[in-house]
């Protein structure tokens, strides 16, 4: 029995490939509704503090993995003592930390955006090497884009500080960087054995909407030379952690050519669910094949594809739109549902993954998806 940390949807898409490999699955969610919980073997719907929790997950389990990066430090590293996990706690707890992360990646001469840390709201500055516009993130717990300021002046920097002042978030940390201006948003999925096997996806080109992302084209529409440099510097991020599992590697490409690394999730991402249908071992198994010691799957892609995220109200209009329906019902198009409980405006309930002869004709299938949801 393998466990799983979290019951989301990526918990439950890992649930279901490791199911189809033969293993058992224990998954630990706070959330009683989490999709995952349905589908484990052992469902543990308890917070992630709670010791008795945890004393029957780890007994019932011979190996563990997580689901996303928020999950408390503390608890993997309790339950690292009991049984391996991967990847391992000392990744978890450098990633989720967005100090921590752009200081390892810093730190290994890995290009970021200039940065500056900041432990109470007086210390939200934007320094001349950060410079404007800028960005404050909060350090822990920020995901598609929440808890994200732009700062374009000192204007609103001044109405940042009196509104965290407001919240009395004195424990609070922040990271303040420099808001790129880049060509192209790119990810890397990189899979990693704990051989040092290191296997890396066709890079993909993703676009965000309000900070959350909405599409994902694969293979990304960049020259071979640059594809080449992204996977790269994607393998060599991992391989600076050290890192067994699946690992996603977020880059920006700027116009001169360059890249910056924007982070890394310890987990599979939103931007490699087309491995589910575009490919023969899809980003799930390889997490199984990766925490289960087994040798890793082969990562080409069996087809061009582009994925559409369907995010909150999108999902009650393609399930009841007529006209969304029978667009759906077309060659190539496979749609995914998550199986949450409630619609909530930001939330990603399913998603669609369109496979064509060419990315540039799934990429005008999502286009008309996209339309018809308005
Ligand atoms: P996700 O959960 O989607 O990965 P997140 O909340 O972890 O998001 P980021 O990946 O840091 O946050 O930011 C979300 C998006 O905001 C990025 O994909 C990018 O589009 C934009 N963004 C973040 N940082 C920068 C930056 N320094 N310059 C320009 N755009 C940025
Ligand atoms: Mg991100």
């Known amino acids: 029995m393998i466990g799983v940390l979290g019951g989301g949807q990526l918990g439950a898409m890992f649930t279901t490939a490791a199911r189809r490999l033969g293993y058992r699955v224990a998954v630990w969610d706070p959330d009683p509704d989490a999709p995952a919980l349905k589908l484990a073997d052992l469902p543990l719907a308890a917070p992630f503090t709670d010791q008795a929790s945890l004393d029957s997950f780890s007994t019932a389990i011979a190996t563990a993995t997580y689901e996303w990066e928020n999950i408390p430090a503390a608890t993997v590293q309790a339950l690292e003592r009991r049984v391996p996990v991967r990847p391992a706690a000392r990744i978890l707890t450098t ?13 290994h001469k890995i290009p970021v955006a200039p940065f500056q840390a900041a432990t109470s709201p007086e210390h ?9 516009p800028a960005l404050c993130k909060t350090a822990t717990l920020g995901y598609d884009g929440k808890g994200q300021v732009r700062l374009t002046g000192p204007d609103d920097v001044r109405a940042l500080v009196q509104e965290l002042r407001a919240q009395k ?12 201006p880049f060509k192209k948003e790119l990810s890397v999925l990189v899979v990693r054995g704990a051989d040092g096997d290191c296997r890396c996806y066709p890079v993909v ?10 599409t994902t084209r694969v293979p990304a529409a960049i ?24 690992f996603c590697v977020e880059l920006f490409l700027m116009n001169d050519g360059g890249f910056f690394v924007n982070e890394v999730a310890p987990r599979p991402h939103n931007s490699g669910h087309y491995t589910l249908d575009a490919c023969p071992v899809s980003q799930f198994e390889q997490q199984v094949r990766a925490v289960c010691g087994l040798p890793l799957g ?19 209009k393609a399930t009841t739109d007529a006209e969304i329906k029978k667009f759906l019902s077309k060659s190539g198009a496979k749609l995914h549902v998550y199986g949450k409980k409630s619609v909530r405006p930001g ?27 308005g």
């Not at 002869?357 to 998806?369: C, I, K, V, Y």
Request: no cysteine; charged share 25%.
């Open 298 to 316: 082969e990562v080409t892609l069996a087809s061009p594809a582009v994925m559409v995220n369907l995010i909150g109200e999108d999902f009650t």
């Open 95 to 107: 990633i989720q930390n967005r100090l921590e992360q752009k200081r390892f990646l810093a730190g």
């Open 223 to 246: 020259d071979e030379a640059t594809a080449q440099r992204a996977t790269a510097l994607a393998a060599s991020v991992i391989d600076k952690l050290d890192g067994v599992g699946v």
């Open 169 to 180: 978030q004195p424990q609070g940390r922040w990271i303040i960087e420099r808001f790129l």
């Open 124 to 132: 939200v500055t934007v320094p001349d090497a950060v410079g404007f």
């Open 205 to 214: 080109e993703n676009v965000h909407e309000a900070g959350i992302l909405r």
């Open 347 to 373: 939330r990603k309930m399913g998603h669609v993954t369109f496979l064509a002869d060419s990315a540039d004709e799934a990429w005008a299938s999502a286009t008309s998806l996209k339309r018809l949801l």
